[in-house]
């Protein structure tokens, strides 16, 4: 298990930790197998995405639309309940094959974290399972 650190500089953002995790698995040298990915906070979630120029902006636009902001009861900190709901519903963790010490995915797939609640410092772990 390894765990890193991201910063998220905006309130609503996505980080691409593709590349970031591809080096955790190049340095483990375990060449084939399952990569399990958590995020431990609850305003913030994890996903594969397509990374092109007006994915962040459509993606924040319908997860607006999807969650609106509500008189929400919740006796911790009312505020950011939506972003409590939106990652639960997202995910928190994602479990993803690799290949010759590199994560398998599609030519237009990355892992993402999507910032719900930034800019904050967040916590990922990674798990490596290897089927070598």
Same mark, same amino acid.
């Not at 399990?36 to 319908?62: G, R, W």
């Not at 994602?94 to 030519?107: A, H, M, N, Q, Y």
């Given at each position: 298990?390894?765990?890193?650190?991201?910063?998220?500089?905006? %309130?609503?953002?996505?980080?691409?930790?593709?590349?970031?995790?591809?080096?955790?698995?190049?340095?483990?040298?375990?060449?084939?197998?399952?990569?399990?990915?958590?995020?431990?906070?609850?305003?913030? !979630?994890?996903?594969? !995405?397509?990374l092109?120029? +007006?994915?962040?902006?459509?993606?924040?636009?319908?997860?607006?639309?999807?969650?609106?902001?509500?008189? +929400?009861r /919740?006796? /911790?900190?009312?505020?950011?309940? @939506?972003?409590?709901?939106?990652?639960?519903?997202? @995910? /928190?963790?994602?479990? &993803?094959?690799?290949r010759?010490?590199?994560?398998?995915? @599609?030519?237009?797939?990355?892992?993402?974290?999507?910032?719900l609640?930034?800019? %904050?410092? %967040?916590?990922?772990?990674?798990? &490596?399972?290897?089927?070598?």
């Amino acid at each position: 298990m390894q765990e890193f650190a991201v910063k998220t500089s905006k %309130r609503s953002e996505i980080l691409d930790l593709t590349e970031k995790v591809n080096q955790i698995l190049k340095d483990k040298k375990i060449k084939t197998g399952l990569c399990s990915v958590f995020v431990k906070h609850t305003t913030c !979630a994890l996903a594969i !995405a397509e990374l092109e120029q +007006y994915m962040e902006l459509d993606f924040f636009d319908a997860i607006n639309e999807i969650f609106p902001d509500l008189d +929400y009861r /919740h006796a /911790h900190d009312p505020s950011h309940v @939506g972003e409590h709901i939106m990652s639960s519903i997202i @995910g /928190h963790s994602v479990t &993803l094959p690799f290949r010759d010490s590199k994560l398998d995915l @599609g030519t237009w797939q990355s892992l993402v974290l999507v910032e719900l609640s930034g800019p %904050r410092d %967040r916590k990922i772990v990674v798990n &490596l399972i290897d089927s070598g």
